[in-house]
């Protein structure tokens, strides 16, 4: 059972019913995303409060900011918050998060079925990209899907800018050699 608390501090208290409406809103969302990356229920559920612990502390952020109304960037900030909890779970108890398969590719509705090979190029992709050391894949994660600069990246992932550039070359560098190995050409998609 969750008890939402929502703290003292009178930045918080203000935006107490919004934190509330959220709660309402993402919480079995917020669970099932969690639990997609680590397999386990009490663990997700552990990333979810996590992260909503972490909303909670940054409202006044988040609720007073020229985004503060705009319900997509409340409901990104409050995933990304899960997700990074949940990653760092998985990091706790050393297990990779799992491994995307050909199987689930498959399934997913947003792949359309081409039939010059471009599927099974995006497929392998996301495997290789899967299959990449964790921190190399967060760097990248960050850097391209999030958009994220470098010293935000450096703060989530606790290390340097500068590590971060690293991390993301050195990521960068074993797409490239798995592409170069396996004689892939922007000509085959």
Not at 19 to 48: P, T, W
Request: glycine share 4%.
């Amino acid at each position: 059972m969750w008890i939402l608390l929502v703290g003292p501090s009178d930045s918080v208290s203000k935006y107490t019913e919004k934190i509330i409406g959220v709660h309402k809103r993402y919480k079995s969302a917020l669970i099932r995303v969690a639990y997609r990356m680590l397999k386990d229920q009490q663990d997700a559920e552990d990333a979810a409060m996590t992260g909503m612990q972490k909303f909670i502390e940054n409202a006044d952020e988040i609720f007073s900011g020229p985004n503060g109304d705009d319900e997509d960037f409340i409901r990104h900030k409050i995933f990304d918050y899960v997700h990074d909890s949940a990653r760092l779970i998985v990091r706790k108890k050393k297990r990779r998060p799992p491994i995307i398969s050909i199987e689930d590719c498959e399934e997913k509705e947003f792949l359309e079925i081409r039939p010059d090979g471009f599927n099974e190029w995006i497929i392998d992709m996301s495997i290789i990209f899967n299959n990449l050391p964790e921190r190399y894949r967060e760097a990248l994660e960050m850097t391209y899907l999030k958009g994220r600069n470098d010293l935000e990246i450096a703060k989530r992932l606790n290390t340097t800018p500068a590590n971060v550039r690293h991390l993301r070359s050195r990521g960068l560098e074993k797409l490239r050699r798995y592409i170069n190995d396996h004689n892939i050409t922007l000509s085959d998609i």
